[in-house]
């Protein structure tokens, strides 16, 4: 079980700079999550960790032990890829044996006819049998044991490539988009077995992701990350509640969250669409701010809109999406040019609106998220805003 | 007119018609290929065999069966299983030398990244070169007084060897140049399947502890390159075993037989003494030796080197 600290890691391929000075230290069995969009440098970044790529400044401790000058083997990190990497020529059984056959044998007790000499290579290959038999019985792998990879299912190659990452328990394992190349469901189920795992082994998980759902659902922290740098660190609801910058806030939160022009007004008030809001801020009056609210934060309003903390605009419904337990409403900004909004919504409150119906949405101050031009996230005076909680979603 | 196609009398009449038609459809689409694979192969064959049982001379009027006795006399034969010892020696420094080789320089080359190409065309240009030619400038090279490789021998301090007019010698210098004109095709082959590997295999050996040249080659390299293996050394032995050129313009058989190869003999037989007969019933041999050579590969090796 191991810490690992990152300082000030940077890399660029050729001109393109990748990570610029990342600085980051991971808690000794705490899953972390690494996401971003793509070509934000998160897997660049993990791969650093591991070992597959020298970084051009920077360091890298693992429990406190400084590992840039070691091979990947030697850090005791383990790789989980998106292809998952099985060796297509070897069995289950092979696979998952390899890193313990590397470590445990000698080169020339490897090798084709030099090792029928070795006289203690019966009793560590004994060893090593035992071992793969422990880590395939904890991931239902027991009966696929003399398979070849090619007739896994994709579920049962990704299983299998993790047996291969725990087998020699290592102190941190390293996973790079595991979950990508399995289909809705499956990834849905893994994400509960990925987290379970990580309960019951007690590593420090490194988990490089580009959905943000991943990342909320299995993580102790999440780091966001674009352009080489982290946006954010924080527990997943810190993200979801306090994004820091507008960035974070469209990437984290499905469906993404809805994003209104706001400007400040005389004496720092701020207005949404000309209307005056009861939230202050220090800008200066005239400037341009975007509001962001949660689809759960926006409802209906039924007759007049006013009430005090409460903003409203008029919409109009485009679609509704049914998707069971509740539905998703799509709306047009009736009038204005800009793009719709959404709101999360029990069927009931759904089935009140008809389709193409001009309606009033409104949302509580205290739960929407003010940024500047440059996207920093602004804490605004005012009435309610000292409780920045959400508002419940359902009516 | 559609109650009419209702009935079921019709209804079955228009699916043999259909049934027909996608068979006309099919034949006519397998009919050129089928075509053209009687006429260059099969009926070649079948001619080749008859004549192989035939005592039929090039320019003969008349030719009588006789059986099987072309091949009664081919086994007999001194020359015959002489030349056939010799195409096998052959084959056995031509294929370890030419596949191994090709392996070894498809591995050293792979990884560069800007002097790739550079040797690829260096080393794939006797590919391209015609032996006929190339077999005077080594006969230059291997020239016992006046060839470079004796002068560097001769400066060395070694007696000079006679290469292509010394028996012991003789077949061994042929399988080299063998070597050396089919070293770059299979090299391309060979970096074909290197790059085929995945990138994400050496790094997860790398992860687990299977970093070292030795096990990275043992344990990744070599079993994926097994498919790639299996058809160069398929194409090789085939290459070598059809070993005629440098012969006909090097040695011609000699020194004293120890160059005589199976298809030199069936060229003297068919070409210079005109015994077709003969002549076919030895290139039936010979082809029953490639058609082993590729039943090994079907079924034999495939299952193996695949995963």
């Known amino acids: ?379 605004p005076r005012g009435p309610g805003v000292a409780s920045a909680s959400i508002v419940p979603l359902r009516a | 007119m559609t109650l009419a196609l209702d009935t079921p009398m019709q209804l079955v009449s228009s699916r043999r018609r259909r049934l027909w038609i996608e068979r006309v459809t099919g034949l006519g689409f397998a009919a050129p290929a089928l075509l053209l694979l009687v006429l260059t192969i099969l009926a070649p064959l079948a001619v080749l065999v008859v004549l192989s049982l035939t005592n039929y001379e090039f320019g003969g009027v008349d030719l009588d069966f006789v059986g099987l006795a072309n091949f009664q006399k081919a086994l007999a034969d001194p020359i015959i299983r002489r030349s056939l010892l010799n195409t096998l020696i052959y084959v056995a420094i031509m294929v370890p030398g030419g596949v191994f080789g090709a392996l070894l320089i498809a591995i050293l080359i792979h990884r560069r990244t800007r002097t790739r190409s550079l040797y690829e065309v260096i080393y794939f240009l006797p590919v391209t070169s015609t032996l006929i030619a190339m077999a005077t400038v080594w006969q230059f090279l291997l020239h016992p007084s006046l060839g470079p490789v004796n002068g560097l021998l001769k400066w060395l301090g070694f007696a000079p060897i006679a290469f292509l007019s010394e028996p012991s010698t003789a077949l061994a210098t042929l399988a080299v140049i063998g070597i050396w004109q089919i070293l770059g095709f299979n090299m391309i082959l060979f970096l074909a399947g290197l790059t085929a590997i995945p990138r994400d295999l050496y790094e997860a050996a790398d992860i687990d502890g299977c970093s070292g040249g030795i096990d990275r080659f043992l344990t990744i390299t070599w079993p994926l390159l097994g498919p790639t293996t299996m058809f160069v050394v398929i194409t090789t032995m085939i290459t070598a075993f059809k070993i005629f050129d440098t012969v006909a313009v090097m040695t011609r058989g000699g020194p004293v037989g120890s160059t005589e190869v199976l298809l030199y003999n069936i060229y003297l037989e068919g070409f210079q003494y005109f015994h077709t007969g003969y002549a076919a019933a030895l290139t039936f041999i010979f082809l029953a030796f490639i058609l082993v050579f590729s039943a090994a590969q079907t079924f034999a090796l495939d299952k193996k080197v695949h995963y």
């Open chain 1, 1 to 379: 079980m191991a810490t690992v600290t990152l300082s000030s890691i940077a890399k660029s391929f050729g001109p393109t700079r990748v990570l610029g000075g990342v600085d980051l230290d991971i808690a000794d069995g705490e899953f972390l999550t690494l996401v971003g969009p793509s070509g934000c440098g998160k897997s660049t970044l993990i791969r650093i960790i591991a070992g597959l790529e020298h970084q051009d400044g920077g360091a890298v401790t693992i429990g406190g032990q400084p590992v840039d000058h070691l091979r990947p083997h030697e850090r005791r990190v383990a790789m989980v890829f998106q292809s998952y990497a099985l060796y297509p020529h070897m069995s289950v059984r092979q696979n998952i044996a390899l890193p313990l056959t590397m470590s445990r044998l000698k080169l020339w007790q490897r090798l084709p006819l030099l090792r029928a000499l070795s006289g203690q290579r019966r009793a560590v290959m004994r060893g090593i049998e035992a071992d793969v038999a422990a880590a395939a019985a904890q991931l239902q792998l027991d009966h696929l044991l003399d398979r070849k990879p090619a007739q896994l299912s994709g579920g049962q190659r990704q299983r299998v490539a993790l047996g291969r990452a725990m087998v020699r328990h290592p102190d941190v394992f390293l996973m790079d988009e595991p979950l990508s190349n399995l289909d809705a469901k499956l990834r849905v189920h893994m994400r509960t077995e990925l987290a379970e795992l990580h309960k019951r082994l007690g590593a420090t998980f490194i988990y490089v992701t580009h959905d943000q759902v991943e990342a909320m659902t299995m993580s102790d922290r999440v780091a966001m990350m674009d352009s080489g740098t982290i946006l954010q660190l924080g527990t997943p609801s810190q993200l979801y509640e306090k994004p820091g910058s507008l960035k974070v806030a469209q990437f984290i939160g499905s469906p993404a969250i809805n994003l209104l022009p706001a400007s400040v007004g005389a004496g720092g008030r701020l207005e949404l669409f000309g209307r005056p809001m009861s939230l202050t801020v220090q800008q200066p009056q005239g400037q341009a701010m975007t509001l962001g609210v949660r689809s759960e934060a926006l409802s209906l309003v039924q007759g007049e809109p006013a009430g005090a903390g409460r903003a409203w605009f008029s919409a109009r419904l485009r679609r509704k999406e049914n998707l069971g337990s509740e539905y998703i409403l799509h709306f047009d900004l009736a009038g204005r040019d800009l793009p719709g909004v959404t709101m999360r919504t029990s069927p009931a409150q759904a089935a009140s609106v008809a389709e193409a119906a001009e309606v009033t949405l409104g949302f509580d101050e205290a739960a929407c998220h003010l940024f500047a031009a440059d996207g920093e996230r602004i804490e």
